[in-house]
């Protein structure tokens, strides 16, 4: 049976042991059920930084030189921050369409408190690491990211045999990486069961219900999303059609639909990635690491949404200026989202404040924060997918045009 397939099967069957066992069962479940999800995250995490330290290397050395790096890396970032842009354009769109949030009463007592949203300045200097091993012990990514594009460019300038024996080491030690998540990847199905049995046990149709509008309004965007732009840039850009595409994506939109983690998905992204869209290893290694760190169409699109379902509850009208304003907070914002559960709450607030709306909003959002991580992180997979099947293929295209000109 297909791994896709027991995966989906997993999920569908969790969601309706999760009805069936309602809350009561929430005891037994969180003792006995819920730690294996825990394990199996766990065993993903446990390859992280490895895969991404040592794919990024490998990735850069394949490129060759500092100049092809230099300009793969414009393109990654441009298509990134577009897509993003578009992401929350899109989630307003819905958002206005369905008015997620009218006649929704409010309790007394809605308040919250919010871990304060980094500033861009203390993202970029987040960035480089003062201790590359204390940044990989914590699993920071982007400060590992860094670390690993200057080993990478420092290992190119060495150049030579000495050059290449760092390069084959490195090579190694990303095979021995993609095996290890081959095995992991066999246990997906008992982790996705484990995972999803609590969420769907706890908050269950009552909790859910009332809030089905914002549920419905984010799912709709996302597949939208999906369907016109990612579908748009593999078949136009990437001349692959959008079924294979969908298709060679399915196992990382499910991992990333249960998990809830753009960075625990990466290492299936990865090798999904070279395996069923025949994106090439140096990109897949370059592009999709990058993209599981500052990628988070999801996320924009998330925010879009919740901003006007929050507006909607308070009664207030946003103004095209303060639309405006949320899309371009909600792009930069997105750079910072680290790529783990719940991140995108804290960025929500960071836009929330930057037009002026109720931060006891989240209170709301927060209730069903985690349904809607599902779906905003699948979408945050399957943008870093398609960006590497248009990258890879503008490099082909690059390829045969130098080779034409020598001839």
């Known amino acids: 049976m297909n791994l896709s397939f027991r995966i989906f099967l997993a999920l569908i069957l969790s969601v309706i042991a999760g009805l069936i066992a309602g809350p009561e069962s929430l005891p037994f479940i969180k003792w006995w059920i819920a730690p294996v999800g825990t394990m199996f995250i766990n065993l993903i995490k446990m390859m992280i930084v490895p895969v991404v330290f040592t794919s990024l290397i490998v990735g850069m050395t394949g490129l060759g030189d500092t100049k092809k790096l230099g300009r793969i890396g414009i393109k990654t ?18 958002a206005g369409i369905s008015h997620p949030g009218v006649g929704t009463a409010l309790s007394g007592g809605a308040s919250m408190t919010v871990k304060e949203a980094p500033s861009i300045m203390q993202v970029f200097v987040a960035m480089i690491p003062a201790n590359p091993v204390q940044s990989m012990a914590k699993a920071d990514i982007l400060p590992v990211i860094i670390f690993a594009l ?18 084959d080491f490195f090579d190694s030690c990303a095979e021995v990486c993609y095996k290890v998540i081959a095995i992991v990847m066999q246990l997906a199905p008992i982790g996705v069961f484990a995972l999803l049995l609590p969420v769907v046990a706890q908050n269950g149709p009552k909790v859910l219900l009332p809030l089905l509008s914002v549920i419905l ?6 597949v939208l999303h999906a ?14 059609s959008p079924v294979k595409f969908f298709r060679g994506m399915s196992e990382a939109m499910l991992i990333a639909f249960t998990t809830c983690s753009s960075s625990a998905t990466l290492p299936v992204n990865m090798k999904n990635a070279q395996e069923k869209l ?26 879009g949404v919740c901003s006007l ?5 308070f009664g207030i009208d946003l103004s ?12 930069l914002a997105s750079i910072g989202t680290a790529g783990v559960p719940g991140a995108g709450l804290i960025m929500l607030a960071m836009v929330l404040q930057s037009v002026g709306l109720p931060i006891e909003g989240l209170a709301l959002v927060a209730g069903i924060d985690r349904v809607l991580d599902m779906f905003r992180t699948c979408i945050n997979v399957t943008g870093d997918g398609a960006v590497a099947v248009v990258i890879n293929e ?12 020598l001839v």
Request: a neutral charge; aromatic letters at 6%; hydrophobic letters at 55%.
């Open 77 to 94: 970032l441009g298509l990134y921050l577009a897509t993003t842009a578009v992401a929350i354009v899109i989630g307003f769109g819905v």
């Open 150 to 167: 200057f080993i990478g460019v420092g290992i190119i300038q060495v150049g030579g045999e000495r050059g290449q024996r760092l390069i």
């Open 217 to 222: 309004t984010v799912a709709v965007a996302c």
């Open 227 to 240: 369907v016109l732009v990612y579908s748009a840039l593999a078949s136009v850009i990437g001349k692959m």
């Open 278 to 303: 025949g994106v090439s290893r140096d990109v897949a290694s370059f592009v999709l690491p990058l993209g599981a760190t500052i990628n988070m169409d999801g996320t924009a699109l998330y925010m």
């Open 309 to 313: 379902f929050i507006a909607n509850v």
């Open 320 to 331: 095209l200026q303060q639309m405006m304003m949320i899309v371009m907070t909600g792009t």
């Open 394 to 405: 503008t490099e082909k295209i690059e390829g045969n045009a130098r080779e034409a000109e």
